[in-house]
């Protein structure tokens, strides 16, 4: 079982950053593949990038390809999503989420959900 918190969404004007972090329970945190994904108003949910378990990122969104990157700090338990030259189209919930086996971009495959964090990006 692991249990997953996000935090470090806000608000941030159209070229700013933001870094989102997800904390993850248990022990076995360095098992899990991870991914973050956003949801739109309106929108179906979206993989953003994903990230193997030894910290290889695996998939990035073509949308957010040299502004988003993501990492992980396996001791700490923590995944990260840093979020640059953000614009009004990254306003979406974000999600981070984990999965035994390979990372992957379909949100199908993955077990465990944070309760998801609020970007807004205004113009």
């Known amino acids: 079982q692991v249990q997953l918190v996000e935090s470090g969404g806000g608000l941030v004007q159209t070229g700013g950053s933001l870094r989102l972090s997800c904390a993850a329970s248990?022990?076995?945190?360095?098992?899990?593949?991870m991914g973050w994904f956003r949801q739109a108003a309106g929108k179906e949910r979206e993989c953003v990038v994903a990230?193997?378990?030894?910290?290889?990122?695996?998939y990035s969104a073509d949308s957010v390809k040299g502004r988003f990157t993501t990492s992980r700090d396996n001791a700490e338990n923590t995944v990260y999503l840093q979020m640059d030259n953000l614009k009004p189209e990254d306003t979406a919930v974000y999600y981070c989420?984990?999965?035994?086996?390979?990372?992957?971009?379909?949100?199908?495959?993955?077990?465990?959900w944070g309760q998801g964090t609020q970007v807004t990006v205004s113009s």
């Open positions: 989420a984990a999965k035994t086996g390979l990372s992957s971009r379909d949100d199908n495959l993955y077990e465990y």
């Open positions: 248990g022990r076995t945190f360095s098992r899990y593949a």
């Open positions: 990230i193997s378990w030894n910290g290889i990122t695996t």
